[in-house]
């Protein structure tokens, strides 16, 4: 994982609910950052962080939420505004560019 | 703005021949190259990257790009891969200020006995 831990690795929610994702690393670097992997699209950014208490919307921000309160920590909260939400989601972090994933959280929404 | 183009969905090839995987991408300014893999239900690990300097870039598991400027490219060659090298491939660049990487939309390498 080169010290970037997701959880959990699979969830389930249903329609409506809002559902939050982890992301903890311990390599001390300042950037992370959260995309989703839908077949065929590869990896799109949803939000990014590159310092504590800041964080940038991606390409498809809409129908997501972030917080940055620790340097470690950069949780993802899928909302029941998000319309197609079932997808692959991967954190990542790294000093100035996304060097280090998760393994990824599968989010089955039904 | 950035963008990258891997034109192979997928690159059939026999254990022990050479591939070629291809990438070419766009840009208004100086960039950054990156080649991931990503093997099943897993996250992407960086296999090699170009930043600057020489224009051949040697990466893990006996892979090597090459940054041709001139024809935009940064394709992943690997001389004999092996049955443990099938996974997707994802080439990703980054230039200008925010430190964005823009993904390819990524090359599955299928190697096969």
């Known amino acids: 994982d080169g010290g970037i831990t997701q959880s959990p690795k699979y969830l389930f929610r249903k329609e409506g609910q809002n559902v939050t994702l982890s992301c903890e690393q311990n390599l001390n670097h300042d950037a992370m950052y959260w995309y989703r992997q839908d077949p065929g699209q590869g990896l799109r950014l949803i939000y990014y962080?590159?310092?504590?208490?800041?964080?940038q919307k991606g390409d498809i921000a809409e129908g997501y939420s972030v917080s940055r309160e620790k340097k470690e920590s950069f949780p993802l909260t899928v909302t029941s505004a998000q319309k197609n939400p079932t997808a692959f989601y991967l954190c990542?972090?790294?000093?100035?560019?996304?060097?280090?994933f998760g393994n990824g959280t599968r989010l089955t929404v039904t | 703005a950035q963008s990258v183009t891997q034109l192979d969905s997928q690159v059939p090839v026999f254990e022990e021949a050479p591939v070629e995987l291809r990438c070419n991408y766009s840009s208004s300014v100086s960039v950054y190259l990156f080649w991931y893999v990503q093997y099943p239900n897993q996250g992407l690990q960086l296999l090699l990257k170009?930043?600057?300097?020489?224009?051949l870039v040697k990466g893990i598991n006996g892979f090597e790009a090459e940054f041709n400027k001139s024809q935009t490219s940064f394709h992943l060659r690997k001389p004999s891969v092996h049955i443990s090298d099938t996974a997707e491939y994802f080439c990703?660049?980054?230039?200008?200020?925010?430190?964005?990487?823009?993904f390819g939309t990524g090359t599955l390498l299928a190697v096969q006995p």
């Open positions: 962080s590159q310092i504590v208490n800041d964080f």
């Open positions: 990542a972090e790294g000093k100035n560019s996304p060097l280090h």
């Open positions: 990703a660049v980054e230039g200008g200020a925010t430190n964005k990487l823009i």
């Open positions: 170009y930043l600057s300097g020489s224009t």
